[in-house]
C-alpha cells in the first residue's frame, strides 16, 4: 500500500537516448494534487488517503462533494480518487502531491478507462480469422458455431461474442519511469497507456515490481 498519483494522458511521443535508442514514452500531466481528506480504521475501517485532481466550476459539483471543500476550505477538484496506504496521519488536509514521489527508473502501474468501440463483432472484438472472401464462401465474419444442440442446451459463460467493446478500466502493469519532472508537473512513462488524450489514468507505485 502506497500513495499514488491522478493525472491526464496528454498523448505519445518519443525520447532518445546517448546511444541514439528510440524509446516511445507517453507524457502525462500528473498532479498536482491535494490531500482532500484522510481515513482512518477507528471510523471508516481502513486507513486510505483521499486525493483530489483537475479544475471545476463551482456550479457543476454535486452538493456533497461541495460540502467537503467548504469545510477544508479547499480549492474545487474534478476527480477524487482515493489511496489505501500505512499511515494516512503522516499526511496533512491540504498538502501537495506531486510528481517527485516517483523517480527516473522506477515501475508503476496506470489505469485508465479504454477508448470505447462502440458494438463489435468477433473478428475486431476476439481477433476471429473469418471465413473465405469469395462469393460462394456464405460465411465471411460470423463467430460460427457456439455450441452443442441437446447436450448442455446452452452456451457456456464467458464464449466469445460480438458485444460492446473498450470503455471499461484497463490497468497495465510494470509501466518504466523514463523522467519525472515537478516542476512542470510532467511524466513520462515508456510505452503505451489506457485511455485517449485528456483522459484521467491513476498512476501506482508497481505491486509486482518493488
Keep these: 500500500m502506497s500513495l499514488g498519483i491522478l493525472g ?19 507524457a502525462i500531466e500528473a498532479g498536482p494534487c491535494l490531500v482532500v481528506q484522510k481515513k482512518n480504521k477507528e471510523k471508516e475501517g481502513y486507513t486510505a488517503v483521499q486525493l483530489g ?18 469545510k477544508t476550505n479547499l480549492p474545487l477538484k474534478r476527480f477524487l480518487r482515493e489511496f489505501k496506504v500505512g499511515e494516512a496521519e503522516s499526511f496533512e488536509i491540504g ?10 527508473g522506477d515501475y508503476v502501474d496506470i489505469s485508465g478507462t479504454s477508448k470505447g468501440k462502440g458494438f463489435a ?5 476476439w481477433h476471429f480469422k473469418g471465413g473465405k472472401a469469395s ?21 457456456f459463460k464467458g464464449t466469445r461474442l460480438p458485444g460492446r467493446m473498450g470503455g471499461k478500466r484497463q ?12 516542476e512542470n ?5 515508456e510505452g503505451a497507456v489506457p485511455g485517449a ?3 484521467l489514468v491513476i498512476i501506482r507505485r508497481a505491486v509486482k515490481k518493488g
Design 135 to 155: 462469393h460462394g464462401s456464405m460465411f465471411h465474419r460470423a463467430p460460427g458455431s457456439i455450441g452443442a444442440s441437446s447436450d448442455p442446451s446452452r452456451v
Design 8 to 26: 491526464k494522458k496528454l498523448g505519445m511521443t518519443q525520447v532518445f537516448g546517448e546511444d541514439s535508442s528510440c524509446t516511445p514514452v507517453t
Design 53 to 70: 485532481f483537475g479544475q471545476i466550476r463551482e456550479k457543476l459539483v454535486k452538493k456533497p462533494k461541495l460540502g467537503l471543500f467548504k
Design 185 to 189: 508537473n510532467l511524466l513520462l512513462i
Design 197 to 199: 488524450n485528456g483522459g
Design 121 to 125: 463483432g468477433v473478428i475486431k472484438r
Design 171 to 182: 490497468t497495465i502493469q510494470n509501466l518504466k519511469v523514463i523522467k519525472s519532472d515537478p
Design 95 to 104: 498538502q501537495e502531491i506531486k510528481t517527485d514521489i516517483f523517480k527516473e
